[in-house]
């Protein structure tokens, strides 16, 4: 569910209507929605109700300043991968005891950055990195605690691009060694071992896969128990997708998520983490963008938009579907035609759909991409020198501009020409 609804015709962002929106900061523009925010953050809370557990939000997926306050003030954690996005969460408000560090490229310095501002763990992905957090941990005089990722080898029956769980995944430490490694961690000084980290993969629609995972997570953990390890914590990840082609089926639930984690690591007694983010993200926001020209081809018509791949490049990166609708609802019974939808950029790939049935379009309309808002800001550039587009924040009948767009001097003056040229 989201609140992007049509009423009398326009299509409304909770009670805003969203050409007022474009006719205040002008197109293409991102708007989110609060309440749609807050409901799915709930919504997993809710469903992990039955023990000890932490919902940290996978900032990658959106790290707007006001979202990670909207969220952080409603309890959420944050499950940061940069430097940037530890430093992101800690302005939002966020406490370090909320925080967790994953990714598989930290550096001495974001690691560094981190403990001195307070972290609630690491999550380890390799043997190097973990000899390097305990090299920086010692030399300042602390213990951090730590989970290590393991890679469970499950197939996530997702896109290629982001599937993290199968052996040959540039993610975790196989499980066929997770012994070793253990064994490994609780040698090193200024590192304290607190549970096991494992993430399969981004927009899995089936819960068998999360099965399979958390079932051999369990195992694991009851055996590193048998060796002498306390495993107190379970880091499960993220990955719940959602349904961004708008039909009667659905994803699972994160009811039914929550049942299942339940099922397969609840007896453990351990404390739960996860780290949603397009489920909680995507469906809260709309890219809002201005056809400018209708172009009759040979063998098609093309919708050519104000909005481009620089700002939205799921389509031309993974060749993901975004419903993409009018602003102005038609009238019942309106004949659909095809089109193709494309960006001005200069790429072939500035594509966002082909052949798409859509009504009649013309100059100035106004169309918006449902579940925009996972990766899409955070994933936008300034190519072809494009400043990078408003973000808007709804709550009831009001909204804010929370990220404005650059002016061209901003964006240019960002150079610098060096005095001997």
Same mark, same amino acid.
């Not at 929605?33 to 919504?43: E, G, N, P, Y």
């Not at 919708?303 to 009238?331: K, Q, S």
């Given at each position: 569910?989201?609140?992007?609804?049509?009423?009398d015709?326009?299509?409304?962002?909770?009670?805003?209507p969203?050409?007022?929106?474009?006719a205040?900061?002008g @197109?293409?523009?991102?708007?989110?929605?609060?309440?749609?925010f807050l409901?799915?953050?709930q919504?997993?809370?809710?469903? =992990?109700?039955w023990?000890?557990?932490?919902?940290?939000?996978?900032?990658?997926?959106?790290?707007?300043?006001?979202?990670?306050? =909207?969220?952080?003030?409603?309890?959420?954690?944050?499950?940061?991968?940069?430097?940037?996005?530890?430093?992101?969460?800690?302005?939002a408000?966020?406490?370090?005891?909320?925080?967790?560090?994953?990714?598989?490229?930290?550096?001495e310095a974001?690691?560094?950055?981190?403990i001195?501002? *307070?972290?609630?763990?690491?999550?380890?992905?390799?043997?190097?990195?973990?000899?390097? +957090?305990?090299?920086v941990?010692a030399?300042?005089?602390?213990?951090?605690p730590? @989970?290590?990722?393991?890679n #469970?080898?499950?197939?996530?029956?997702?896109?290629?691009?982001?599937?993290?769980?199968?052996?040959?995944?540039?993610?975790?430490? #196989?499980?066929?060694?997770?012994?070793?490694?253990?064994?490994?961690?609780a040698?090193?000084?200024g590192?304290?071992?607190? *549970?096991?980290?494992?993430?399969?993969?981004?927009?899995?629609?089936d819960?068998?896969?999360?099965?399979?995972?958390y079932?051999?997570?369990?195992?694991?953990?009851? &055996? +590193? %128990?048998?060796e002498?390890?306390?495993?107190?914590? +379970?880091?499960?990840?993220?990955?719940?997708?959602?349904?961004?082609?708008q039909?009667?089926?659905?994803?699972?639930?994160?009811?039914?998520?929550g049942?299942?984690v339940?099922? @397969?690591?609840g007896?453990?007694?351990?404390?739960?983490?996860?780290?949603p983010?397009?489920l909680?993200?995507?469906?809260?926001?709309?890219m809002?963008?201005?056809v400018?020209?209708?172009?009759?081809?040979?063998?098609?018509?093309? =919708?050519?938009?104000?909005?481009?791949?620089?700002? +939205?490049? %799921?389509p031309a990166?993974y060749?993901?579907?975004?419903?993409?609708?009018?602003?102005v609802?038609?009238?019942?019974?309106?004949?659909?035609?095809?089109?193709?939808i494309? *960006?001005p950029?200069c790429?072939?790939?500035? @594509?966002?759909?082909? *052949?798409?049935?859509?009504?009649?379009?013309?100059?100035?309309? =106004?169309?918006?991409?449902?579940?925009a808002?996972?990766?899409?800001?955070?994933?936008?550039?300034?190519?072809?020198?494009?400043?990078?587009?408003?973000?808007?924040l709804?709550?009831?009948d009001?909204? &804010?501009v929370?990220?404005?767009?650059?002016t061209?001097?901003?964006?240019?003056?960002?150079?610098?020409?060096?005095?001997?040229?």
């Amino acid at each position: 569910m989201d609140h992007f609804l049509y009423r009398d015709g326009v299509l409304f962002a909770e009670d805003v209507p969203v050409s007022e929106i474009a006719a205040s900061v002008g @197109t293409p523009f991102y708007v989110y929605s609060a309440a749609t925010f807050l409901r799915h953050f709930q919504l997993f809370d809710e469903a =992990l109700n039955w023990g000890p557990h932490l919902v940290c939000f996978a900032m990658k997926s959106n790290s707007n300043q006001a979202i990670l306050k =909207l969220l952080g003030d409603a309890g959420a954690g944050m499950d940061v991968v940069s430097g940037g996005e530890y430093q992101r969460a800690r302005a939002a408000g966020v406490s370090g005891d909320r925080i967790v560090f994953s990714g598989i490229g930290k550096t001495e310095a974001e690691m560094r950055m981190a403990i001195e501002g *307070g972290i609630r763990q690491f999550n380890v992905e390799s043997e190097p990195e973990m000899r390097v +957090l305990s090299s920086v941990a010692a030399s300042m005089g602390v213990e951090v605690p730590i @989970t290590v990722r393991i890679n #469970p080898d499950v197939d996530a029956k997702t896109h290629e691009k982001i599937s993290t769980g199968k052996k040959g995944d540039k993610f975790g430490i #196989p499980i066929s060694r997770a012994h070793e490694v253990y064994g490994l961690a609780a040698s090193l000084p200024g590192l304290k071992v607190i *549970g096991i980290d494992v993430h399969i993969g981004s927009q899995l629609t089936d819960l068998e896969p999360f099965r399979l995972a958390y079932q051999k997570v369990a195992e694991l953990t009851e &055996a +590193l %128990r048998a060796e002498g390890h306390e495993i107190m914590r +379970l880091d499960l990840g993220g990955g719940l997708g959602i349904p961004y082609v708008q039909s009667n089926i659905a994803p699972p639930s994160p009811v039914d998520y929550g049942k299942m984690v339940q099922e @397969t690591v609840g007896h453990l007694g351990c404390e739960i983490e996860i780290e949603p983010g397009r489920l909680i993200s995507g469906n809260a926001g709309l890219m809002v963008s201005k056809v400018i020209y209708v172009k009759s081809g040979e063998d098609r018509n093309f =919708l050519i938009l104000d909005g481009a791949m620089n700002d +939205l490049i %799921r389509p031309a990166m993974y060749g993901a579907h975004h419903d993409i609708i009018p602003v102005v609802e038609p009238a019942p019974g309106t004949e659909k035609e095809p089109y193709d939808i494309v *960006g001005p950029v200069c790429e072939s790939g500035d @594509t966002f759909a082909k *052949g798409r049935d859509m009504v009649p379009m013309k100059p100035d309309d =106004l169309v918006a991409f449902r579940s925009a808002g996972a990766y899409g800001a955070v994933m936008s550039s300034e190519y072809n020198s494009r400043p990078l587009i408003p973000e808007v924040l709804v709550h009831g009948d009001q909204f &804010a501009v929370i990220r404005p767009r650059p002016t061209f001097d901003e964006m240019i003056n960002r150079d610098t020409i060096p005095e001997w040229l």
